[in-house]
């Protein structure tokens, strides 16, 4: 980048964050998040963009992110939650199964390859989806496509839907600490930016679990190692104690939000959107109903266990895990169900798209394979 081009995205930033400062003070749902979606759309859309994202920065958010969520992963909160995990869990799972069903009905009524398809609508890990759209003989531009438009959608639908489904005064009651509670301390001021008062030490943990943790997800050929990898080596140090203050927190947090919800929307640019144009309408209805089903799951299992219904649909949107994470922390909502529900879920489309990378080579195969209809004569 330029030096311009610096000054810009630095002032872009501030806007956004100043403006999502004003947003969260009249109680509106995840500001950082949807703002720069918006934003960022806007200015892709209408070429004002200062420069692409540097790829450098988007490993470094995405790692920073990993070590957010693994910070999540409470195992004192989680013991209070009990049996009830487990029906949500099952939600989860049939998501994914929902997902696969739903992107065969798309790829046969849209006219769209089925492994295209299959990649674009599955629910969670949009980066490890988009990343392995080449080795899986899907079209990687179609698969981000769809992949950012399901988690633009899910991110500006989330807060909405999470507010008309909430019913504060009655489910399970559970301690609502600040995100990463076990190592962030929720005193300290807002321009603090790791979760202890030593920032030197803490924001070295949290560069050397950044570091360590993708090239540990690189040397476990994880799908987007980079998030996955720091993800589980915090998860692992948090569940074990050793030590404390090193997750991103306040100015840190809301700033790596922020970029996230720029880099879903600043690949929205006019080129992209005038060549998916015609897979618009079809998306949006495919992925709003795929929202609505699992909003009807959601309902079926709140009324047999003892939890919100605005916390079991944020622990199992089809997706948008940032803007749900964001969203839930707005609502003081049940963190450690919908942090451990959504991380498991998108553990377990990683350990999916092996799988499915064979069964896509496996039905491309049968294709060929397939002798042509005669004509007749």
């Known amino acids: 980048m330029t030096r311009r081009q610096v000054i810009g995205w630095v002032a872009l930033l501030a806007s956004v964050l100043a403006g999502a400062t004003l947003l969260d003070r009249v109680h509106f749902p995840a500001p950082q998040m949807i703002l720069a979606i918006v934003v960022g759309g806007a200015l892709a859309l209408a070429g004002k963009l200062p420069a692409p994202m540097p790829r450098q920065l988007s490993c470094g958010v995405q790692s920073m992110l990993g070590v957010l969520m693994g910070s999540y992963l409470e195992i004192s909160l989680l013991s209070s939650i ?39 609508l599955l629910a969670g890990g949009s980066a490890a989806v988009v990343a392995v759209a080449d080795d ?68 070295s943990i949290a560069v050397m679990l950044c570091v360590l943790g993708t090239r540990v997800g690189k040397r476990l050929n994880l799908p987007s190692p980079a ?34 919800g720029f880099e879903v929307g600043t690949r929205f640019t006019k080129p992209v959107v005038r060549e998916m144009a015609r897979m618009i309408p079809g998306m949006t209805v495919t992925i709003v109903a795929l929202s609505a089903i699992v909003a009807g799951l959601a309902f079926t299992v709140a009324t047999f266990v003892d939890l919100q219904l605005s916390d079991i649909y944020l622990a199992t949107t089809p997706g948008g895990i940032n803007a749900v994470l964001a969203t839930a922390e707005s609502m003081d909502a049940n963190l450690p169900l919908i942090t451990c529900v959504q991380s498991m879920r998108l553990l377990l489309m990683v350990l999916m798209l092996p799988l499915l990378a064979k069964a896509m080579r496996w039905f491309s195969a049968r294709q060929l394979e397939m002798p042509e209809p005669e004509l007749a004569v």
């Not at 009655?170 to 076990?182: C, F, K, N, Q, R």
């Open 82 to 120: 009990g049996m009830a995990l487990v029906p949500v869990l099952a939600v989860t799972v049939a998501t994914l199964l929902i997902s696969l069903l739903v992107a065969v009905v798309f790829a046969r009524f849209a006219h769209v390859e089925l492994p295209t398809a299959t990649l674009g």
């Open 227 to 260: 998030l996955i990898g720091p993800m589980l080596m915090t998860a692992v140090l948090t569940a074990l104690g050793v030590s404390h203050g090193y997750a991103p927190t306040n100015l840190f947090k809301d700033l790596l939000f922020v970029l996230i």
């Open 136 to 203: 899986m003989d899907a079209d990687p531009r179609q698969v981000a496509f769809m992949q950012y438009l399901r988690v633009a959608l899910v991110a500006v639908s989330a807060p909405a839907l999470g507010a008309l489904l909430n019913n504060s005064g009655e489910g399970l009651v559970t301690e609502h600490a600040t995100l990463g509670a076990a190592v962030t301390n929720p005193d300290l001021p807002y321009w603090m930016i790791v979760g202890r008062g030593d920032q030197v030490a803490g924001l």
